[in-house]
């Protein structure tokens, strides 16, 4: 039983327009939010997180903004560049517990 | 600072044979984490450590065993290998463990089992 979902194992746009990576789950529990991008061969890291408390934080390009009553989350990248070609983990948590990952969803920026 | 070490980086194992994944984080960080990912699936937390001395299971621990006896080193055992344990295995580490502390992540071990 899937808690986080990544309904889109992959996502293509052009540089320069906004990339928008979506994130579903279940477990209303969840009360912090988190990103993390992975490059090939690579571990991941931190990209961005968001509280239960809010509805949208931003940092830079990336925003990421959370709708708990339909338990979705979902980052923007604005403007997207060739170097955001990554896999996206979306990976929500309780304040007192481990992390659960999502499939994630590769993001591929053409020049 | 290196932040999180793991060697091997590749290894192939025969079935039921056994070795350990190393992991090494110089940040100081109390809370240590091993996870796997498979081929198109999200990470999966195998064991986890709080502290030298403290370790407990996480989502997958079958077939795995870990210590934690520095602050520094968290290695993971597999004792018997099987073809399910073919997969990436990433060591993270974090200063605290609640979910609003970052992880830092090591840059994987890819082990094939056949």
Not at chain 2, 24 to 40: C, E, F, I, S
Request: aromatic share 12%.
């Amino acid at each position: 039983d899937q808690q986080v979902k990544q309904n889109s194992p992959s996502l293509s746009v052009q540089e320069g327009r906004i990339s928008i990576l979506n994130c579903d789950y279940t477990n209303s529990m969840f009360d912090y939010f988190l990103w993390y991008k992975k490059y090939p061969a690579e571990g991941p890291t931190f990209l961005i997180s968001i509280s239960s408390i809010k509805d949208k934080n931003e940092d830079g390009r990336f925003t990421v903004f959370l709708n708990k009553s339909a338990k979705h989350l979902s980052l923007h990248i604005v403007p997207s560049q060739p170097g955001d070609s990554a896999v996206y983990f979306c990976a929500p948590g309780r304040s007192q517990g481990n992390l659960i990952f999502g499939k994630g969803t590769k993001l591929s920026v053409k020049p | 600072n290196a932040g999180v070490t793991q060697t091997p980086k590749f290894r192939i194992l025969k079935i039921g044979q056994s070795m350990t994944l190393q992991c090494t984080q110089d940040m100081n960080h109390n809370y240590m984490y091993w996870y796997r990912q498979d081929p198109g699936m999200g990470l999966k937390l195998i064991y986890y450590s709080v502290g030298a001395g403290i370790t407990d299971k996480g989502e997958v621990p079958n077939g795995y065993n870990v210590s934690r006896s520095t602050t520094e080193d968290f290695p993971l055992r597999l004792e018997l290998a099987a073809p399910s344990q073919t997969s990436v295995y990433f060591c993270a580490s974090s200063f605290g463990g609640t979910s609003t502390d970052t992880q830092y992540f090591g840059p994987g071990t890819r082990l094939t089992v056949l």
